[in-house]
């Protein structure tokens, strides 16, 4: 007989951190609802519901909409190993570690990868990125909407217009955005988008939210070759979600369940009051850690709201703070990393943390932590906080 | 406001098919345990415990053993993305529909394969494949344990002793067989070996466990050229799992809980008396479907313990005897498909069903619903069952 194992006791934390969030209560309850099997009815109504209010969430009238049985890089997986041929011109928007990625998924399927540069933390131009791809004529243009290494949410209808007007595709990692902030796919361009489950759809990781516009599905009917990869080939995936059923892999149910009931959970209550709440804790937080005295490190206009990134004063250690944070609150934050290294706090503020009271936390805990490791605070961030947003209490949380 | 969703309500089903199967309710209540973040220590301390156990279950002391953050599927996807090259020579032994999808993932990795083929239901010769080995010399021999849709265990000992010979790696599908039978992978010689979650370990799906000898790490250690696949690559997963934990993916931290506990399940209970448990199990099924007049389409000595195969008989419709069973018991049992579509039944014995009370339940149950369905019963299925197994109800449950 082997020793037992303990019993399973997680620490307890408050995920301020780029993701995993906090996950819902009722989220958790989902998972232990009864296992069905992969092929069962019921389980395509889960599906089902799952790829009607992801459409919401993504801002799309696609009708291929639905959910990966991987995390969100299984997502970007998706995105590029279907849409990116051997061979083909992929013209990437490179200003952060998720481009980084983009770029090598894209090489690692034999395609001509050109990226376009940016310093980690700026936005790009459109005008300047659509006379690019009339340039070069692409096959596929990527880029990421939110990136979770900088905090930069990228604008892309400009672009993405330039795109089609030399007929290639354009993809979008929204996997920070996605549930938090409006992802307007449609009215963005955006041909393929994916996300995860575990920011701001408040879920567990392990889904990979993807939708197709119909004139890339149209594309893809039309390839000829047969992608590397088997696992997330969506032609297959197709034929098992829509239509025959068709038996492809057995996806993951419970995680299903998960996300059909953080999807409800959205649902009840208006997607509109939760990104208005994702807005408000970040002007909230931006008022507050500017206070203190810190700056952020994206430009006012380009932010992500559910992803800060303030830039660490001059003399502070970047671990530091988040281990002194973590030991008087359970708050933990995390750090930047590549170029942003102990340059800039990545501090997310989603999902069921996205209230008045849980951002003053994070900002006194902040606040206190910087003090502690002898940075001079300037002004009480609490009160710069409650002074530069009114919180619309009887629509909000 | 959107209307809101109906509660999350699984309909009753008592899993008796191949897979996913009924899950231990300990695992449901570690799935609810809170959130960590995918580089939180206390995740790495679950993955180490999961590791250490995985390779109990496997019968290996492979060092590199862990968990790919995607199903079963992406199991076979990592052994054939990681280990066949583009241009390499992979030999699969294909008898079923899992061999099948092996070969057509080594086909996109742009190797050329070869198939040993034989019937489906049919083990093959060691002998026979062993000296084909020897003339072909392949990079890779690949082949099922337990293949799910014929219910046949492949054992491996000679021939993985002749692909060793000729310096081929061996890689085997033991999604069926983890957790439920000795896999032994070690001593019948397999260097890679993946499986999935939801079949004998009694958790969700959506894990793959994988592992990986050290000769096959030296030789993936040397691999010149980059596997297509990022998210299921080794070498970056390496990086993650053990030592500088640096970031790849954001791990669906849930899942490992689940698995964490699922493992623990079968630690308390010691994996030899599980073995021991589906055996039995097996045993009094078999018994008592021949005695009903049915035959298994697998030779004694052939079959996989938790995955029987019975053969349907002449002039019984497979839908409907399941579609009564199911209305009657709420037991799900599987049909054939491929060339085995409408002649067998495809029924798990695992986890918590696999004990005397339960087997008798479904062996009730399938006689009723064959008799409804006008088969002509010859003898009482339950009667025989427990006539044929001694259950040593002290050591088992």
């Not at 889960?46 to 801002?59: I, Q, Y």
């Not at 300047?128 to 009339?134: G, L, M, T």
Request: negative net charge; hydrophobic residues 45%.
């Amino acid at each position: 007989m082997s020793t037992p194992l303990s019993p399973l006791n997680p620490p307890r934390r408050l995920l301020f951190g780029p993701g995993p969030t906090m996950v819902d209560p009722r989220v958790y309850q989902a998972m232990t609802k009864t296992v069905v099997s992969h092929l069962d009815p019921y389980f395509f109504e889960v599906v089902e519901d799952c790829r009607r209010l992801l459409r919401v969430a993504f801002g799309t009238a696609n009708e291929f909409t639905l959910a990966m049985s991987g995390t969100g890089s299984a997502g970007m997986q998706t995105a590029v190993a279907n849409f990116v041929e051997p061979g083909s011109t992929f013209v990437v928007l490179a200003a952060g570690f998720f481009a980084d990625r983009m770029s090598e998924m894209g090489r690692r399927q034999g395609a001509n990868v050109i990226r376009i540069e940016k310093p980690w933390g700026e936005a790009f131009d459109q005008n300047e990125v659509a006379a690019k791809i009339r340039e070069l004529k692409p096959n596929v243009v990527g880029f990421v909407q939110a990136e979770t290494s900088t905090g930069v949410f990228q604008n892309s209808e400009i672009l993405c217009a330039a795109a089609h007007e030399v007929g290639a595709l354009t993809m979008s990692d929204c996997v920070t955005s996605l549930g938090a902030m409006p992802v307007e796919l449609d009215k963005q361009g955006i041909d393929i988008g994916y996300s995860c489950t575990q920011k701001g759809m408040s879920c567990p990781p392990g889904l990979a939210p993807v939708t197709v516009s119909p004139r890339a599905m149209e594309w893809l009917k039309a390839r000829k070759t047969t992608p590397a990869d088997w696992y997330l080939d969506l032609k297959l995936l197709a034929d098992y979600y829509e239509g025959a059923h068709r038996y492809h892999h057995t996806a993951p149910i419970s995680l299903f369940y998960a996300l059909r009931e953080g999807l409800s959970v959205i649902n009840d209550e208006g997607i509109e009051n939760r990104w208005l709440r994702h807005k408000l804790s970040h002007e909230m937080f931006v008022a507050g850690v500017e206070a203190m005295g810190l700056r952020m490190h994206v430009k006012a206009g380009n932010r992500i709201w559910n992803l800060n990134t303030p830039v660490i004063p001059e003399g502070v250690d970047d671990l530091k703070v988040r281990k002194r944070l973590l030991a008087a609150t359970d708050i933990e934050i995390s750090g930047g990393f590549g170029p942003l290294a102990g340059k800039v706090f990545r501090v997310g503020i989603m999902g069921p943390l996205a209230t008045e009271d849980n951002t003053l936390l994070l900002l006194k805990g902040m606040q206190d932590a910087l003090a502690g490791e002898g940075f001079a605070v300037k002004g009480d961030a609490v009160a710069a906080a409650q002074a530069a947003v009114t919180w619309p209490v009887a629509q909000l949380v």
